[in-house]
């Protein structure tokens, strides 16, 4: 692979550099006043105790290649992610963090700050993701796969400009978030579209270790629950189905208005090297007098679910090698197949399209600042009793991924 030649020196250097890094993570605290500047996990300026300020950098750069064309036609070659963020600290209780991606056509992501207003609250403001979904809110780095699930990319909210109040109760073993925002996320908006979205949304998110510490093959797990509330403009909706790498297998041409409702639940658990996460989410869309004498229609809904596992081995020479696999499986429309349903766009039973799909990936992580990832996923598009294309489509992808 001609990309890999290229970066190989830089992916050298970064394994060159970690044992002097990681020497200076160790360091001892400095003391005194006035302006420091370290290497801990990340690069860091302080100055005494009133201002932190910790810069992280993100470069990713893949390989694929796939019996479905490509997002940037038929290119197998993809700089996946350049990434800066700035995060900060001033005083004990005010924080911030203002993250872009360059030569992307949404290159700020999250830009808030946020405030310590008791140990169990804080509030957050500005343009940060939704509390909503496992993957979703889990960052790019401590994913288990080069992607999240179709089920999360597709039906989990994503970012959007809000307000938050989090925090943790029941000694920290109950964590809430609750929020405001604009939109219902960027996830479900398509740029330059007509399609309908929802607009100011109410978000809530709780998660809970019901064992804490108290049982020892228990205590790692943890479990949620999380909704969103959105009104939603009478057009059709902007929640559709999309391949792996973006082809459209099903678009929701069906007439709605009302509310755009979002359930999800979610389980994980992690004992020593060993992982289990799963999923499941479910998006309502009304469709209030949508019928042909003007009544209310049952609801457009998308649902979905996903179960992964992962297992981190230590190797002998340094680092770590991590297998994982996921399946996954994602469903559009009211009654996908059913004898009675159609694709007209005020048809009271709706017929839909559906995916499935499972993920294959090998991690290898020589340092913590390196890791080179490779998934193979097969994904199985299309019902067999719906007037849609029935695809079966495997796609290989490689990332190396150097991180600051």
């Known amino acids: 692979m001609k990309w890999m030649r290229a970066v190989a020196p830089l992916l050298l250097l970064a394994m060159h550099a970690a044992p002097a890094a990681a020497q200076d993570a160790d360091a001892p605290e400095p003391s005194g006043e006035g302006w420091q500047l ?220 009302g509310q755009r409702r979002r359930t999800g639940v979610e389980a994980q658990w992690r004992r020593g090297p060993v992982w289990f996460g799963s999923e499941y989410i479910r998006v309502s869309d009304d469709r209030r007098r949508q019928s042909a004498d003007n009544s209310d229609l049952p609801a457009l809904v998308a649902h979905g679910w996903y179960m992964s596992g992962a297992w981190t081995l230590a190797l002998p020479a340094g680092g770590t090698l991590r297998p994982a696999v996921r399946i996954e499986r994602l469903t559009f429309g009211s009654a996908a197949g059913a004898t009675n349903s159609s694709t007209a766009p005020r048809a009271e039973v709706v017929l839909g399209n559906r995916e499935a799909a499972i993920t294959l990936g090998l991690t290898w992580r020589p340092n913590r600042w390196s890791e080179v990832q490779a998934n193979v996923v097969r994904e199985n598009i299309g019902d067999a009793a719906a007037p849609f294309p029935h695809l079966r489509v495997l796609s290989q992808i490689v990332r190396l991924q150097l991180s600051l």
């Open 38 to 257: 370290r290497w801990r996990e990340h690069p860091e300026v302080t100055w005494g105790d009133v201002l932190r300020l910790s810069l992280r950098a993100n470069l990713q750069l893949d390989t694929r290649r796939s019996q479905m064309a490509l997002e940037r036609d038929g290119d197998s070659f993809d700089v996946g992610r350049r990434r800066l963020a700035l995060h900060g600290r001033v005083g004990p209780r005010l924080g911030f963090e203002v993250e872009r991606e360059f030569e992307s056509s949404e290159p700020w992501r999250d830009v808030f700050a946020s405030y310590e207003l008791t140990r169990n609250l804080e509030v957050r403001a500005g343009r940060f993701k939704l509390p909503f979904g496992l993957e979703e809110t889990t960052g790019g780095s401590q994913l288990k796969f080069l992607y999240r699930s179709n089920v999360s990319r597709r039906l989990a909210p994503g970012r959007d400009p809000g307000v938050l109040a989090q925090g943790r109760l029941g000694s920290k073993r109950i964590g809430y978030e609750i929020g405001v925002f604009a939109h219902d996320g960027n996830n479900a908006r398509p740029k330059n579209t007509t399609r309908v979205f929802g607009d100011h949304t109410v978000a809530g998110r709780i998660v809970v270790e019901p064992f804490g510490k108290s049982h020892k093959a228990l205590r790692g797990l943890r479990v949620g629950a999380a909704m969103t509330a959105s009104p939603l403009a009478e057009g059709f909706p902007s929640i559709r189905g999309r391949s792996l790498f973006g082809t459209s297998y099903y678009d929701a041409d069906v007439w709605v208005r």
